[in-house]
């Protein structure tokens, strides 16, 4: 499985933005795919996954009650609605894919897309 993450920018607090990660491949085998992040100077952190077949979301702390993750199974793609930003939401995104799990840890990820940054000003 091959993921293409697009959609980050430098944006305002309070403003939203989408991401979105196009997958392609051996998509028929994925159970699951989530958004994690890594400020610089930290680990990376566990924002959202979705269950692929049944679109059963888990949202991260940070992310409940802002983010809304989403996918479209005809598109093979997977979204990240981001709003009410903050400047702690900085960070390189990254979308991954799972074969097996649909978890909040990165270990149960086989696939990653490239990452794209996101940068929110005070």
């Known amino acids: 499985v091959q993921l293409q993450a697009s959609g980050g920018g430098l944006v305002q607090a309070g403003d939203s933005l989408q991401l979105s990660c196009a997958a392609s491949?051996?998509?028929?085998?994925?159970?699951?795919m989530g958004w994690f992040r890594q400020a610089a100077g930290k680990e990376r952190e566990f924002v959202a996954a979705?269950?692929?077949?049944?679109?059963?979301?888990n949202l991260g702390d940070s992310a409940k009650g802002r983010f809304t993750i989403s996918r479209d199974k005809l598109k093979n793609t997977v979204s990240l609605q981001m709003n009410s930003l903050k400047p702690e939401d900085t960070a390189v995104y990254y979308c991954?894919?799972?074969?097996?799990?649909?978890?909040?840890?990165?270990?149960?990820?086989?696939?990653w897309g490239q990452g794209t940054q996101v940068t929110v000003s005070s």
């Open positions: 991954a894919a799972s074969t097996r799990t649909w978890s909040s840890s990165a270990s149960g990820y086989e696939y």
């Open positions: 491949g051996r998509t028929n085998d994925m159970y699951g």
């Open positions: 979705i269950m692929w077949n049944l679109g059963i979301t």
